[in-house]
């Protein structure tokens, strides 16, 4: 029998979109409204894990889609894993979603509308994005750091400038980086960040240097995300990476398999 929960009052504000610029120039834009249903349907029916940043707040969130209603414009998505506190997702809140399907990375924004519960299972729903950006296949599998592992780092400028990140995905190729202060100095793309921490969940460090290929500097937030690669890893530091992302990719089947996916 077909998922199929009962449709509630839209509850959007008009205010304007004031989304942040999705600014990767590696991304492919796409904004065909049937060509997103149909990628955003293969994340469905690949039963492929997304995960959900709370605009405003520190970390990533694990759900999946649901359902998909091209009619009224919504997608309805499982709960937040782990749940990410009382008032944290309301009507109103933006989200980012990103998700990994067949090799592409997908990433889009989105506005959540309503929250509720469908024969006891929590879910909620957000508007259909307006468009979506995705990248092909990369040389080395990104794996998306649950809010829960706890990996930080800690970049070095040639000043001897602390920045204190937390890691939203992670590679033995390079990661993706949330500063937790915006830097009072610019950051941009080929900035080569001299000495990279990374401490995994284990307390062991990654000692690297660090490529900024990307920045997104958002207005709206206090924070800037980074997407760098590594410069000059040991064969040991690959090798516990390797081992970490297997972890991860462990825990990730172990909890599609849970959720009966």
Request: hydrophobic share 35%; with cysteine.
């Amino acid at each position: 029998m077909p998922f199929r929960i009962p449709l509630f009052r839209d509850r959007r504000d008009d205010t304007p979109d004031e989304r942040p610029a999705l600014d990767d120039p590696e991304a492919t834009r796409l904004t065909d409204q049937r060509q997103i249903h149909a990628m955003l349907e293969q994340i469905r029916t690949g039963h492929t894990l997304v995960a959900v940043h709370v605009m405003g707040e520190e970390g990533d969130y694990n759900s999946a889609i649901l359902k998909l209603d091209p009619e009224s414009g919504h997608i309805v998505f499982d709960e937040l894993a782990p749940s990410p506190g009382e008032g944290k997702l309301v009507a109103g809140t933006r989200v980012r979603v990103t998700a990994r399907n067949k090799g592409v990375q997908v990433r889009f924004d989105a506005v959540v509308t309503d929250l509720g519960e469908y024969q006891g299972l929590p879910f909620f729903r957000t508007t259909l994005p307006e468009e979506i950006r995705y990248i092909q296949r990369r040389e080395h599998y990104r794996a998306p750091i649950p809010v829960d592992e706890h990996v930080t780092a800690q970049l070095m400028t040639d000043n001897d400038i602390l920045l204190n990140a937390d890691v939203s995905d992670l590679s033995v190729a390079g990661c993706n980086l949330r500063l937790r202060s915006r830097p009072a100095f610019r950051i941009g793309r080929g900035t080569v960040i001299p000495r990279c921490f990374i401490t995994l969940p284990d307390e062991e460090r990654i000692i690297t240097s660090l490529e900024v290929r990307q920045a997104d500097d958002w207005e709206r937030t206090a924070f800037m995300h980074l997407r760098g690669r590594f410069l000059g890893l040991t064969r040991a530091e690959r090798r516990s990476l390797q081992r970490y992302i297997i972890r991860l990719d462990r825990k990730r089947s172990r909890k599609l398999r849970l959720l009966g996916l």
